[in-house]
């Protein structure tokens, strides 16, 4: 038995949450969720930066003519297209066919799980305002300077899909390497200023650090991964997002459904690819008429998400333009 | 996140996560409430994954700011009637002695008689098992502050009409 009051607290309060176990699926959820953010962000980062930019389409440049024609490459489409390529083809003619709103702010309303968020990206700065609804989130967000590529930037990219596909693959690399390096440095500092204990366990994690692998994704996996990040940016123009689709249209692996519908039940052509290394199902709802982002998954197979099939979810509810950046209208 | 950071994430709260939910229902006396508070910290946890070096630390915190935050929301707009507090509390020792479903009412309703900052503190102390001093790091206030609402805290749950018989009842020196 307990002897002191502090006891049988410590007991009364561990039998009446004993058995208390979160839904399995939470984590799953939340870390697919981050994972999809972090793709925008780095997105938004790397291709922000002039110099990654310039590295990139060196590199692009310098691949296209060897790939140029290849199959998978980008270059010139197959003689013979098949249904998907045909759809996509058809997409980059219209995406290519849409004007560019006239207003200096695009505006995206979408769901996030339980709580709706609006981001407001100014299109010549490239900074993004974050308005939030919904339990537990905060209303704002504090301004993201330069939180996105300008539609100048996302202009210069190159539209021919040979260079337009290397320039994919070069940034993916370029990411996973600037992201290893920022994770390394970080640990490393931690385990300078730690003391004890905690610097060696913060050493090991270290170790761990340098000695992890990337996921080995295919070059198609690669350009799949970036071109449907890309796609989500409103201020991606219709000449490169006309390029982007011409890219996916000669990836291999994939697979476009014209009569999808998204999860608001809004008409939709579904364009989606099964990483070959993770079986992650990457996919994106096009309106087909607009060729604007309705909606874009991550589905993660149990083998990958501790045993349950978990799906990340970014709902766009609209895309606007305006000439000023809209007050919040969950403010107080 | 990249992908190994995601399964990384995700071992910390397959390996944590029944611990930050009795946490989260110690501090929030609801099941649901809990839950939401559990996957609002996971979502901070998540955001921030590659700069945070101690998890856990981490997750306690954040899980008192939420709940913290919650009770001023809850403070500006009239009190929802709880279901668990309309249940039989009369008698803690019906079942067995130590009957834990009949006596979970009894429990959240004394330490939601506790001001925020004493409920941490108890469920850090006694359920955590933190010393004065960690609960004082976490909750960013000094360990004189923590010996007092640890104290003050107990001294509440003691006369609590829910508990009280438990405390008295159970030969501990008072």
């Given at each position: 038995?307990?002897?002191?009051?502090?006891?049988?607290?410590r007991?009364?309060?561990?039998?009446?949450t004993?058995g208390?176990?979160?839904?399995?699926?939470?984590?799953?959820?939340?870390?697919?969720?981050?994972?999809?953010?972090?793709?925008?962000?780095?997105?938004?980062?790397?291709?922000?930066?002039?110099?990654?930019?310039?590295?990139?389409?060196?590199?692009?440049?310098?691949?296209?003519?060897?790939?140029?024609?290849?199959?998978?490459?980008?270059?010139?489409?197959?003689?013979?297209?098949?249904?998907?390529?045909?759809?996509?083809?058809?997409?980059?003619?219209?995406?290519?066919?849409?004007?560019?709103?006239?207003?200096?702010?695009?505006?995206?309303?979408?769901?996030?799980?339980?709580?709706?968020?609006?981001?407001?990206?100014d299109?010549?700065?490239?900074?993004?305002?974050?308005?939030?609804?919904g339990?537990?989130?905060?209303?704002?967000?504090?301004?993201?300077?330069?939180?996105?590529?300008?539609?100048?930037?996302?202009?210069?990219?190159?539209?021919?899909?040979?260079?337009?596909?290397?320039?994919?693959?070069?940034?993916?690399?370029?990411?996973?390497?600037?992201?290893?390096?920022?994770?390394?440095?970080?640990?490393?500092?931690?385990?300078?200023?730690?003391?004890?204990?905690?610097?060696?366990?913060?050493?090991?994690?270290?170790?761990?650090?340098?000695?992890?692998?990337?996921?080995?994704?295919?070059?198609?996996?690669?350009?799949?991964?970036?071109?449907?990040?890309?796609?989500?940016?409103?201020?991606?123009?219709?000449?490169?997002?006309?390029?982007?689709?011409?890219?996916?249209?000669?990836?291999?692996?994939?697979?476009?459904?014209?009569?999808?519908?998204?999860?608001?039940?809004?008409?939709?052509?579904?364009?989606?690819?099964?990483?070959?290394?993770?079986?992650?199902?990457?996919?994106?709802?096009?309106?087909p008429?607009?060729?604007?982002?309705?909606?874009?998954?991550?589905?993660?197979?149990?083998?990958?998400?501790?045993?349950?099939?978990?799906?990340?979810?970014?709902?766009?509810?609209?895309?606007?333009?305006?000439?000023?950046?809209?007050?919040?209208?969950?403010?107080? | 996140?990249?992908?190994?950071?995601?399964?990384?994430?995700?071992?910390?709260?397959?390996?944590?996560?029944?611990?930050?939910?009795?946490?989260?229902?110690?501090?929030?006396?609801?099941?649901?409430?809990?839950?939401?508070?559990?996957?609002?910290?996971?979502?901070?946890?998540?955001?921030?994954?590659?700069?945070?070096?101690?998890?856990?630390?981490?997750?306690?915190?954040?899980?008192?700011?939420?709940?913290?935050d919650?009770?001023?929301?809850?403070?500006?707009?009239?009190?929802?009637?709880?279901?668990?507090?309309?249940?039989?509390?009369?008698?803690?020792?019906?079942?067995?002695?130590?009957?834990?479903?009949?006596?979970?009412?009894?429990?959240?309703?004394?330490?939601?008689?506790?001001?925020?900052?004493?409920?941490?503190?108890?469920?850090?102390?006694y359920?955590?098992?933190?010393?004065?001093?960690?609960v004082?790091?976490?909750?960013?206030?000094?360990?004189?502050?923590?010996?007092?609402?640890a104290?003050?805290?107990?001294?509440?749950?003691?006369?609590?009409?829910?508990l009280?018989?438990?405390?008295?009842?159970?030969g501990?020196?008072?």
């Open positions: 038995m307990p002897a002191t009051d502090e006891d049988i607290l007991d009364l309060m561990r039998r009446c004993d208390l176990h979160p839904p399995a699926s939470v984590a799953p959820a939340v870390a697919a969720r981050q994972r999809r953010r972090h793709l925008r962000h780095r997105a938004f980062s790397v291709a922000a930066t002039g110099a990654a930019l310039g590295a990139a389409a060196g590199v692009a440049l310098a691949a296209a003519p060897r790939q140029a024609g290849q199959p998978g490459t980008g270059g010139a489409p197959a003689i013979r297209l098949t249904a998907a390529q045909r759809t996509l083809y058809k997409l980059s003619a219209t995406a290519a066919r849409q004007a560019p709103g006239p207003g200096r702010y695009v505006v995206m309303r979408e769901i996030q799980d339980n709580y709706v968020k609006i981001s407001v990206i299109s010549v700065t490239g900074d993004v305002w974050t308005y939030q609804h339990a537990g989130v905060p209303a704002e967000l504090p301004v993201d300077r330069h939180g996105s590529p300008t539609q100048a930037e996302f202009k210069a990219l190159p539209t021919s899909p040979a260079a337009l596909r290397a320039l994919l693959i070069a940034q993916y690399d370029q990411q996973q390497k600037a992201g290893q390096e920022a994770m390394a440095a970080q640990v490393a500092k931690a385990v300078k200023a730690a003391k004890g204990a905690l610097r060696e366990k913060l050493r090991e994690r270290l170790r761990e650090s340098l000695r992890a692998v990337p996921v080995p994704l295919s070059d198609d996996d690669k350009v799949f991964e970036q071109a449907s990040d890309m796609l989500w940016n409103p201020l991606v123009g219709p000449r490169l997002r006309s390029a982007l689709l011409k890219v996916l249209a000669a990836t291999p692996g994939v697979m476009v459904s014209t009569h999808a519908r998204d999860d608001r039940g809004r008409p939709a052509v579904e364009i989606s690819r099964v990483e070959s290394k993770t079986g992650v199902v990457l996919a994106t709802y096009e309106a008429a607009t060729v604007t982002v309705l909606e874009q998954t991550d589905t993660y197979p149990p083998s990958y998400s501790g045993g349950h099939t978990s799906v990340g979810r970014d709902l766009y509810l609209s895309i606007t333009r305006a000439g000023a950046v809209p007050p919040n209208p969950y403010a107080g | 996140m990249d992908r190994g950071q995601a399964r990384a994430f995700e071992a910390f709260a397959a390996e944590s996560g029944a611990e930050l939910l009795r946490i989260a229902t110690l501090l929030t006396s609801d099941e649901h409430l809990a839950e939401d508070v559990y996957q609002e910290t996971l979502q901070r946890l998540a955001a921030r994954w590659s700069r945070v070096d101690n998890p856990r630390a981490f997750c306690r915190r954040v899980m008192h700011n939420i709940v913290i919650q009770v001023r929301a809850r403070a500006r707009r009239p009190r929802e009637q709880r279901l668990s507090a309309e249940q039989d509390s009369t008698d803690p020792r019906s079942a067995d002695s130590y009957g834990a479903v009949e006596l979970r009412p009894a429990l959240f309703a004394a330490l939601d008689s506790l001001t925020p900052q004493q409920r941490a503190v108890v469920v850090l102390r359920f955590d098992d933190r010393s004065e001093a960690e004082a790091q976490l909750l960013g206030v000094s360990a004189g502050t923590v010996k007092s609402a104290s003050r805290g107990m001294a509440q749950l003691r006369v609590h009409p829910g009280a018989a438990i405390f008295s009842t159970s501990s020196a008072l």
